[in-house]
């Protein structure tokens, strides 16, 4: 079976600081994809980046980076210079293309990160 | 282009009874997904339908249903609430043809309290 840990519940951090929220997966197949998603306070969550099992490539988009280690089932995610607008619980996700469909997700229970000025 | 809406927002029931929550895609998309957020156990796949058809469905009792229509607008219906149904129900949306790899599109979820 597939599961996701996040083993960060909450995380406080200053304005400006780094910080990387950990995701560790475990899944029989060999090929899936990996996702993280950001849920504000407003509920709905926000894709932030999708990984297939093939793309070992780390990728940086802006502020946000994501470390992505098959060989330790670890996908982590880096907010560089944090602000205070990146406060949300955030979530590692798996899919398993064996389920038919990328729609089913296991999610991990987040990480929720405050930054405080 | 409007994202994924449900109704109603907010919703409170007792023990008992049943409750009907809807769901609006993204104009253009075809599949959606039903997820329920609980402290205790997270966020969960409840069911995905594509093209009026039920595609996937995860690990919850038969009271949980779904359905869809020609205009893939999708309901899901909690009969004989019990108060662990407390939660709040997130709607996904995504184009869903082929074996659909792109990212969901979440609407904002129906909170629901049974009392």
């Known amino acids: ?117 | 282009k409007a994202g994924v809406t449900q109704t109603p927002r907010y919703l409170i029931k007792t023990r008992g009874q049943q409750v009907t929550l809807s769901c609006s895609p993204i104009s253009g998309h075809r599949s959606v997904s039903w997820y329920q957020q609980t402290p205790g156990q997270g966020l969960q796949f409840l069911f995905e339908y594509f093209s009026e058809t039920q595609r996937n469905k995860g690990n919850f009792p038969g009271r949980f249903s779904g359905r869809q229509f020609s205009n893939s607008r999708s309901e899901m219906n909690v009969s004989t609430l019990e108060l662990g149904d407390s939660a709040l129900y997130l709607c996904a949306s995504s184009p869903g043809a082929g074996l659909n790899t792109g990212e969901l599109f979440f609407g904002e979820g129906s909170r629901l309290t049974v009392l």
Request: glycine share 4%; with cysteine.
């Open chain 1, 1 to 117: 079976a597939q599961k996701v840990t996040q083993a960060q519940t909450e995380i406080s951090v200053v304005e400006k600081e780094d910080v990387t929220l950990d995701c560790v997966y475990e899944t029989r197949d060999t090929t899936y994809y990996l996702f993280w998603y950001k849920q504000p306070p407003s509920g709905e969550l926000v894709f932030l980046i999708r990984r297939n099992s093939f793309d070992e490539q780390n990728e940086i988009s802006g502020r946000y980076s994501w470390n992505f280690q098959k060989s330790t089932s670890s996908f982590n995610f880096t907010i560089t210079a944090s602000q205070v607008v990146d406060s949300a619980v955030y979530f590692c996700a798996l899919s398993e293309v064996n389920t038919g469909t990328a729609s089913k997700l296991t999610f991990g229970t987040g990480t929720r990160l405050q930054v405080t000025l």
